[in-house]
C-alpha cells in the first residue's frame, strides 16, 4: 500500500530551522512530483512548495522564498523541506501530497490516499 510518511516537525523559536522529511514506500502510478501544504489554526491550506521529481524544478508560495528549499533522494522516495528563519506565522500542520507538474508548479492529486497525515511545526518564543 502507498504511503507517505512527513515527519521532522516540531517546536522552535523564531528564527530556528527544522527539516521536514516525506518518505513514501512507492508512488502511485502517475505521480512525477511531491507538494508540500500547510494549515494553520483556523485558515485554509496554503501550498508552500513543489519539487518535480525529473529535473528538481520547484516552485515556492511567496512567504516562504527565499528561507524554504524543498530537495528530493529520488533513490530514497523521499522529499525533504528545509525551513529555515521560522516565523511564528509558520506555525501550521504540513502535509506532503502527490502530483502531476505542469506550468512549473507541481498540482496535488486529489484523495486521501495521496497525501500523508501531516507533521505540526510549532515556531513561538
Known amino acids: 500500500q502507498v504511503r507517505l510518511v512527513e515527519s521532522g516537525g516540531g517546536s522552535v523559536q523564531p528564527g530556528g530551522s527544522l527539516r521536514l522529511s516525506c518518505a513514501a514506500s512507492?508512488?502511485?502510478?502517475?505521480?512525477?512530483?511531491i507538494t508540500w501544504y500547510r494549515q494553520g489554526p483556523g485558515e485554509e491550506p496554503e501550498q508552500v512548495a513543489g519539487?518535480?521529481?525529473?529535473?528538481?524544478?520547484?516552485h515556492y508560495a511567496a512567504s516562504v522564498k527565499g528561507r524554504f528549499t524543498v530537495s528530493r533522494a529520488n533513490a530514497k522516495n523521499t522529499v525533504y523541506l528545509l525551513m529555515n528563519a521560522l516565523k511564528p506565522e509558520d506555525t501550521a500542520i504540513y502535509f506532503c501530497?502527490?502530483?502531476?507538474?505542469?506550468?512549473?508548479?507541481?498540482?496535488?492529486?486529489?484523495?486521501?490516499?495521496?497525501r500523508g497525515q501531516g507533521t505540526q511545526v510549532t515556531v513561538s518564543s
Open positions: 512507492e508512488y502511485h502510478s502517475g505521480t512525477n512530483c
Open positions: 501530497i502527490e502530483g502531476h507538474w505542469g506550468a512549473d508548479l507541481c498540482f496535488p492529486r486529489a484523495g486521501d490516499d495521496y
Open positions: 519539487i518535480y521529481f525529473v529535473d528538481g524544478a520547484s
